[in-house]
């Protein structure tokens, strides 16, 4: 991981943004299209938004407000994701993008072409091969390293929100620790459904001490957090909020004693790979109710079939589903 | 002494303006363990001004207010800290405002409603969150399989009587209520007021209950303060008060002249 980007990693003074780009001072290139500064931020807003990352790690859980650029995408892509990519983006990262767990979404794609783009750097579809991973919605199933940053894309920082739309108020709920708002939530889900009705954007407890939330990734994934020895950055541009899980960081799932936390239970395997405890999406294959479940993360599913396993549908399913290789 | 002897709530000298404007000016008395005053004047008295100074939602020009804590130690409610204030407000006080909306969250369950105290202080076991919940429905003559339905679908009276479950919930000992019976029907008004009576007999509840309705004060109240112009002009026993008023702006309280 390059957490520190090339030029500040010398220590060297940021370009004025509106000043012609000079040439950087160690050599190296500092983008890969011309008419942009490395990774598309300027070196000054790049140092504003690592500060608030530090400041963040300081405080796992807290959502520290940053001044917010515009990105040249809209906000639903992502904005926030990649203000952090790019601020923590080092010349030598090797960058994997994933939108619902698959690298082929058009938001993966675009936002993975805008880094190669603007900052020349390699990219990946393989989670053990990349440094930094951008994600909306999934955490890899492949167990993540020390070496590696995880950057969640989030569109609602607040697990407040939803019941609490003064943001004066939910600010002093996280300074004094008053949470029982979030378990009010919770107490509606059993009532209404007769079980926690909340799978996605699931609200967690981290490090003991703050509410967050962890984006809209389904519960699923919930215990991936916990202890995870990679870094965990949460960006959200439009709320203009950063907030971080360090690495080794107890990140637990609210509930009630009556009514634990559970994971979503799937009651068959990946229909291509044959793997078993993965969060698998419905595919429908046809007009007559044709349908399978596989890997939502398809990297996994690739590398799974790629070392000769095989689910019970492989061999009939249209490539679409099953991919080219 | 004996704790019944000892006041729960302690006022000197508690004044407020808003700039030049007056709000209230040197009030002062103590609330004993399980009385019920009311606050009583016309709109512009200061005694909505006095309400909001007394929950510490406004603070004091100058003036003090002490309060009994649960310990048994008096302390000055602007001096905890506000983590502390906060704890107060949901555990040991209640308000019951006269707009349901401002107490109720209109859009969760009645049993949500009820239980979120319980669960802001750290109860996390849904069964006994909703049979407490369940009980303080039946207790303030909400039909219990109302439970899961939002005080949106609940008539004005309804709703007035599950704020009121919101807030007992916990066990308070201090109670403020602001005009809690204002915008009814005379009928409803009514059953509400035999409600609060009950439970605050029951429940051994202080109450300082902010009214322009003498009537309301009649019923609930042991002891009655009259506000003008921002200053208090006499306070006595209820009955005595209302039967026999010394000050001629309380005569004429009294004969209804100025009754809104
Ligand atoms: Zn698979």
């Not at chain 1, 809209?74 to 923590?88: C, D």
Request: with cysteine; net charge negative; hydrophobic share 40%.
């Amino acid at each position: 991981m390059s957490a520190v980007g090339p030029t500040s990693a010398k220590g060297a003074a940021p370009p004025h943004p509106a000043a012609p780009r000079p040439p950087s001072p160690d050599g190296r290139r500092t983008g890969g299209a011309d008419g942009y500064n490395f990774a598309y931020l300027d070196e000054q807003t790049k140092r504003m938004i690592r500060r608030a990352i530090l400041k963040a790690i300081a405080i796992p859980g807290y959502q520290v407000p940053f001044a917010s650029r515009e990105m040249p995408m809209p906000y639903g892509w992502g904005t926030g994701g990649v203000q952090i990519t790019a601020s923590i983006l080092g010349p030598d990262d090797i960058l994997k993008v994933i939108d619902q767990g698959s690298d082929d979404t058009t938001n993966a794609v675009s936002i993975r072409r805008f880094f190669e783009k603007t900052a020349g750097i390699a990219t990946t579809t393989r989670t053990r091969e990349a440094t930094i991973i951008q994600t909306r919605h999934r955490i890899p199933e492949e167990p993540l390293a020390d070496d590696q940053v995880l950057v969640y894309q989030v569109p609602t920082p607040e697990p407040l929100r939803f019941l609490e739309p003064r943001e004066t108020e939910t600010r002093k709920m996280h300074a004094l620790e008053e949470y029982g708002l979030m378990h009010v939530k919770l107490y509606e889900d059993i009532a209404r459904h007769g079980h926690i009705a909340t799978t996605y954007d699931y609200p967690v407890k981290v490090d003991g001490r703050y509410l967050t939330a962890p984006s809209p990734t389904p519960k699923f994934d919930n215990p991936k957090m916990h202890m995870s020895p990679a870094l965990q950055l949460f960006g959200a541009g439009r709320e203009k909020r950063i907030y971080a899980i360090a690495p080794f960081t107890r990140v637990v799932s609210l509930d009630f004693e009556d009514h634990p936390f559970e994971v979503n239970r799937f009651e068959r395997p990946c229909a291509l790979c044959g793997a078993d405890n993965v969060y698998l999406d419905e595919v429908v294959l046809d007009n007559s109710g044709g349908r399978m479940f596989v890997c939502s993360d398809t990297d996994f599913c690739q590398e799974r079939r790629a070392a000769g396993h095989a689910g019970e549908m492989l061999a009939r399913a249209p490539s679409f589903v099953a991919g080219q290789r | 002494m004996v704790e019944e002897d000892l006041p729960l709530l302690s006022v000197v000298g508690l004044t407020k303006f808003y700039g030049r404007r007056v709000g209230c000016i040197d009030v002062a008395f103590d609330l004993h363990p399980g009385e019920v005053m009311a606050v009583v004047g016309e709109s512009g008295s200061g005694k909505s001004t006095l309400l909001s100074l007394l929950s510490t939602q406004l603070e004091p020009t100058a003036g003090s207010i002490r309060y009994r804590m649960r310990d048994g130690v008096m302390r000055d409610v602007f001096a905890l800290t506000e983590a502390e204030r906060r704890f107060l407000m949901r555990t040991d006080w209640g308000f019951v405002h006269q707009d349901p909306a401002l107490g109720l969250r209109m859009a969760v369950s009645a049993g949500a409603n009820v239980g979120e105290r319980l669960m802001a202080v750290g109860a996390r076991h849904y069964g006994r969150i909703r049979g407490e919940a369940l009980s303080w429905l039946e207790r303030v003559e909400i039909e219990t399989d109302r439970i899961d339905d939002p005080p949106r679908a609940f008539s004005g009276g309804m709703r007035q009587r599950l704020q009121i479950a919101r807030n007992l919930v916990t066990g308070p000992r201090l109670v403020f209520m602001d005009e809690p019976t204002g915008g009814l029907d005379v009928s409803v008004q009514a059953r509400l007021l035999d409600l609060l009576r009950t439970l605050a007999a029951d429940l051994d509840l202080s109450v300082v209950i902010v009214t322009h309705d003498l009537a309301v004060a009649r019923i609930l109240s042991h002891r009655i303060m009259v506000m003008r112009q921002g200053r208090v002009i006499e306070t006595g026993l209820t009955d005595q008060v209302l039967d026999d008023p010394h000050e001629p702006y309380t005569q004429l309280l009294v004969s209804s002249i100025l009754q809104v």
